[in-house]
């Protein structure tokens, strides 16, 4: 597509809008040396900044955001990590003077306040999980992950099970489930998904046995499905003397329907900066709670908020006194500032609002999965209902047009929409991984379905439109066009230079 450079929306590095002497700030006498730094740590000549006025910092900054795609801009459909609107409540009260002011070594009597809300939180999520008992200290999801697997790895060698060196994995798993098993020191068993999305039960039975540590299950399954025969499953598991373990990256779609401690899980990590507040999907920051049952308790990570002796307030908990637990997994109390969001969530929504969510979610799916159905897409397990995700693939297009999920996935960028995660799970020839959250309008819904079904028809009638997209997308540093994914990954180019005239 012709480009014309007169309208060219490219954004400048801020240094080739600067003038030499040209400045946005004045510096006060003395603030450059106030006689505290020695002498030989300053510096000899002046930084590299951009010589530019404030108002140039406001617009440049501001045209910058508006290139980017975010979840307060369009709508974004990423399936597998819930980028969905969060209330900005949950962060204006969360970042309230008195919760960011505290000192983490403040004595426990300066803090009751915040760690009442921790301890609460531990409690909704408990509830939240069905389960016997929370700890709150790991800072990601992934982190939760390898709390969950390292406590059932615990157990079983407190038992003298020494032999229990499997952990189970379903092919549609996340990658980070066999990752935390290898990282625990178990050997992972794969276990195939029948085509309807279940687990195949008969293949379960063969692998379970006297090697078998656990089962690590995320339900809804990253097919977008619920795994009808949890219940079974899940007495196999525990007949074979293994522990299941719930992967709680598909929370969103069952909060107050159904609770994985119900279903028999015995360890579970939630992503409460996705689940419940705090966008996620930039690597960060994030807290990723563990929640067991009863058999665990004693192995959760510390420190955790219990009530003191006398019930009148509350304390830490630490290793000195929890024996068996896995021990510290993060600085202090972990991110404190992610689980406070949480709270404000769960406060703000309450359980009917909690299930809500979960309604919503789900009846958003079903709705969009519905809507491209009808405009010729072909959806993987057509006959089941979707979660608050389904899986359209694009196998056919692919073979009879030349244009892949890649293709659809940055076409979209040009109809205004964040693309949905493509190629996961691997399972799926073709894939995209749709999940519209609950939070969207059926208007933006439509929308949606409206442009993946346009580029369905581009993609017919004219494929290299679409296999050369995006078009209107600027590129830094190469105006408009498709990036060399593989080479801005493998070798970004993310710094400017310039020479000074004094150097």
């Given at each position: 597509?012709?480009?014309?450079?007169?309208?060219?929306?490219?954004?400048?590095?801020?240094?080739?809008?600067?003038?030499?002497?040209?400045?946005?700030?004045?510096?006060?006498?003395?603030?450059?040396?106030?006689?505290?730094?020695?002498?030989?740590?300053?510096?000899?000549?002046?930084?590299?900044?951009?010589?530019?006025?404030?108002?140039?910092?406001?617009?440049?900054?501001?045209?910058?955001?508006?290139?980017?795609?975010?979840?307060?801009?369009?709508?974004?459909?990423?399936?597998?990590?819930?980028?969905?609107?969060?209330?900005?409540?949950?962060?204006?009260?969360?970042?309230?003077?008195?919760?960011?002011?505290?000192?983490?070594?403040?004595?426990?009597?300066?803090?009751?306040?915040?760690?009442?809300?921790?301890?609460?939180?531990?409690?909704?999520?408990?509830?939240?999980?069905?389960?016997?008992?929370?700890?709150?200290?790991?800072?990601?999801?992934?982190?939760?992950?390898?709390?969950?697997?390292?406590?059932?790895?615990?157990?079983?060698?407190?038992?003298?099970?020494?032999?229990?060196?499997?952990?189970?994995?379903?092919?549609?798993?996340?990658?980070?489930?066999?990752?935390?098993?290898?990282?625990?020191?178990?050997?992972?068993?794969?276990?195939?998904?029948?085509?309807?999305?279940?687990?195949?039960?008969?293949?379960?039975?063969?692998?379970?046995?006297?090697?078998?540590?656990?089962?690590?299950?995320?339900?809804?399954?990253?097919?977008?499905?619920?795994?009808?025969?949890?219940?079974?499953?899940?007495?196999?598991?525990?007949?074979?003397?293994?522990?299941?373990?719930?992967?709680?990256?598909?929370?969103?779609?069952?909060?107050?329907?159904?609770?994985?401690?119900?279903?028999?899980?015995?360890?579970?990590?939630?992503?409460?900066?996705?689940?419940?507040?705090?966008?996620?999907?930039?690597?960060?920051?994030?807290?990723?709670?563990?929640?067991?049952?009863?058999?665990?308790l004693d192995y959760l990570p510390v420190p955790r908020v219990v009530r003191n002796e006398q019930g009148t307030g509350y304390r830490w908990l630490d290793s000195d006194e929890a024996l068996r637990s896995i021990g510290r997994l993060s600085a202090f109390a972990g991110n404190i500032g992610i689980l406070l969001r949480a709270y404000v969530y769960i406060r703000l929504l309450g359980g009917r609002g909690?299930?809500?969510?979960?309604?919503?979610?789900?009846?958003?799916?079903?709705?969009?999965?519905?809507?491209?159905?009808?405009?010729?897409?072909?959806?993987?397990?057509?006959?089941?209902?979707?979660?608050?995700?389904?899986?359209?693939?694009?196998?056919?297009?692919?073979?009879?047009?030349?244009?892949?999920?890649?293709?659809?996935?940055?076409?979209?960028?040009?109809?205004?929409?964040?693309?949905?995660?493509?190629?996961?799970?691997?399972?799926?020839?073709?894939?995209?991984?749709?999940?519209?959250?609950?939070?969207?309008?059926?208007?933006?819904?439509?929308?949606?379905?409206?442009?993946?079904?346009?580029?369905?028809?581009?993609?017919?009638?004219?494929?290299?439109?679409?296999?050369?997209?995006?078009?209107?997308?600027?590129?830094?540093?190469?105006?408009?066009?498709?990036?060399?994914?593989?080479?801005?990954?493998?070798?970004?180019?993310?710094?400017?230079?310039?020479?000074?005239?004094?150097?």
């Amino acid at each position: 597509m012709k480009r014309d450079e007169r309208f060219d929306s490219r954004p400048a590095v801020i240094f080739e809008e600067g003038r030499q002497g040209r400045g946005g700030v004045v510096w006060r006498e003395g603030v450059n040396n106030p006689g505290i730094i020695p002498d030989r740590f300053l510096r000899s000549r002046p930084p590299l900044l951009p010589e530019v006025s404030e108002l140039q910092v406001v617009r440049h900054f501001t045209r910058l955001s508006q290139h980017n795609f975010s979840v307060d801009t369009q709508f974004y459909p990423l399936g597998s990590c819930t980028m969905k609107y969060n209330p900005r409540v949950c962060h204006t009260l969360s970042m309230l003077p008195e919760f960011l002011e505290r000192h983490p070594l403040a004595p426990e009597a300066q803090g009751q306040g915040v760690m009442q809300c921790l301890f609460e939180l531990g409690e909704y999520l408990r509830e939240i999980t069905g389960t016997a008992g929370v700890s709150l200290t790991p800072m990601a999801g992934a982190q939760g992950e390898f709390a969950g697997v390292a406590m059932i790895r615990a157990y079983h060698l407190d038992r003298g099970d020494h032999e229990r060196s499997e952990m189970l994995v379903p092919d549609a798993a996340h990658g980070t489930n066999p990752a935390t098993a290898a990282m625990c020191g178990l050997t992972v068993r794969e276990i195939p998904t029948l085509s309807e999305g279940d687990i195949d039960i008969a293949a379960l039975k063969k692998v379970l046995g006297p090697k078998t540590a656990g089962l690590m299950l995320t339900n809804p399954s990253t097919l977008g499905v619920f795994e009808r025969k949890i219940r079974e499953i899940a007495d196999l598991v525990h007949q074979a003397g293994g522990l299941l373990y719930y992967d709680g990256a598909n929370l969103n779609a069952i909060t107050g329907r159904v609770r994985p401690g119900d279903m028999g899980f015995d360890a579970v990590h939630v992503n409460v900066h996705k689940t419940f507040a705090t966008p996620h999907g930039g690597g960060g920051p994030g807290a990723g709670p563990v929640a067991v049952s009863a058999r665990l308790l004693d192995y959760l990570p510390v420190p955790r908020v219990v009530r003191n002796e006398q019930g009148t307030g509350y304390r830490w908990l630490d290793s000195d006194e929890a024996l068996r637990s896995i021990g510290r997994l993060s600085a202090f109390a972990g991110n404190i500032g992610i689980l406070l969001r949480a709270y404000v969530y769960i406060r703000l929504l309450g359980g009917r609002g909690m299930r809500r969510v979960a309604d919503f979610s789900t009846l958003n799916a079903n709705y969009l999965k519905a809507r491209l159905q009808e405009g010729g897409f072909r959806i993987a397990c057509p006959e089941r209902r979707a979660t608050h995700e389904f899986i359209v693939t694009l196998k056919r297009e692919s073979e009879e047009w030349g244009v892949s999920a890649l293709d659809f996935a940055k076409r979209l960028l040009d109809y205004g929409f964040y693309a949905p995660t493509i190629y996961f799970p691997m399972l799926v020839p073709e894939c995209l991984l749709i999940e519209p959250t609950e939070t969207e309008t059926k208007e933006e819904l439509d929308r949606f379905a409206e442009a993946l079904v346009a580029i369905r028809r581009e993609a017919q009638t004219d494929p290299e439109l679409v296999k050369g997209a995006p078009h209107h997308v600027p590129v830094p540093g190469g105006g408009l066009g498709r990036l060399d994914d593989t080479r801005a990954a493998r070798k970004p180019d993310l710094i400017w230079r310039r020479t000074l005239d004094h150097e």
